[in-house]
């Protein structure tokens, strides 16, 4: 059954002005106006509202609790290290000669650069810690069962996606302990059946670790993944918003009065 979309909130819906109101209007009452406005301009030549109620205003399961916010956090780390890194990509150089000494300059001259840096450097284990717990979450809460099997793959590969994040980015500094750790990472890779003498080659753009290496590892960390992992998030959460979550295993039973409304 298709349920009908729900009304605005009150505070959104336009209120009807009393006749004359219209010459009244102060300076300050046309700027609060400015800003719906332009929404409804926007949304009369792209029907966009439908679909932003459609993804914000659901039905959430009884039992809703603070675990089910894990994969906002997630979310939320992930575009923390998009904005963090995009100011990191201004001053870096991802040469083998000036990538030492770019990151150096970062920490010690930029202005906020430590900052910026720091926040990205433990932002990226924040990361990983919350998509761990998030996925615990969705696990022991059998939100991988039926219809969400293919959220919970997209997830996987999602994983796997930030795991090799954090493993790209750990060679830029390209201070001794980075260079040998990813030396260490490549070898273990290598080690792979079949595919890890091909993988570890491709990682290291050739028999040995160079310039390439580094070139390599950057445009994968600051192009292909993030762009890999912002299509598979939209996926992710076009799926949440389609299948909506599931109810904690222990309202189960009584599934037929599992939900209420409630906006999110
Ligand atoms: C970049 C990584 C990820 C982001 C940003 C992300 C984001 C989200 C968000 C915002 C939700 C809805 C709220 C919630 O249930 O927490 C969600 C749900 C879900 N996620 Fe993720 N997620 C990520 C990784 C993963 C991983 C690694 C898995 C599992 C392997 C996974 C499996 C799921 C499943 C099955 C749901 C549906 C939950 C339910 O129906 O209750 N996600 N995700």
């Not at 659901?58 to 809703?64: A, I, L």
């Not at 979310?75 to 990509?89: D, E, I, K, R």
């Not at 910026?116 to 998509?131: A, E």
């Not at 753009?205 to 992992?229: K, N, Q, W």
């Amino acid at each position: 059954m298709k349920l009908p979309l729900p009304s605005l909130p009150t505070a959104l819906q336009p209120k009807p002005k009393p006749p004359g109101e219209a010459e009244r209007l102060k300076p300050v009452d046309h700027a609060k106006e400015a800003g719906i406005a332009t929404l409804d301009w926007v949304d009369e030549r792209t029907s966009l509202s439908g679909a932003a109620r459609w993804t914000m205003f659901r039905k959430v399961p009884k039992g809703t609790n603070w675990f089910y916010t894990l994969g906002s956090a997630t979310l939320f780390a992930f575009l923390s290290q998009a904005v963090t890194g995009v100011f990191l990509a201004m001053y870096y150089d991802p040469s083998v000669t000036h990538a030492y000494e770019s990151a150096r300059h970062i920490t010690n001259d930029v202005f906020l650069g430590e900052f910026v840096r720091g926040m990205h450097k433990w932002g990226s284990t924040m990361m990983v810690i919350l998509v761990c717990l998030h996925m615990a979450r969705t696990f022991f809460f059998g939100a991988y069962k039926y219809p969400r099997e293919l959220n919970w793959l997209i997830g996987v590969v999602l994983l796997i996606l930030t795991f090799v994040m954090s493993f790209t980015g750990y060679l830029l500094p390209f201070d001794q302990r980075s260079y040998w750790a990813t030396v260490v990472g490549v070898n273990i890779n290598g080690t792979g059946p079949l595919v890890g003498p091909f993988l570890s080659d491709f990682l290291r753009g050739g028999a040995e670790f160079g310039s390439t290496t580094l070139s390599r590892f950057y445009a994968i960390h600051m192009l292909l993944l993030p762009g890999a992992i912002i299509a598979l998030i939209g996926a992710h959460l076009y799926l949440v918003a389609r299948l909506g979550t599931t109810a904690p295993p222990w309202l189960k039973a009584d599934s037929g009065e599992g939900l209420r409304e409630e906006r999110t």
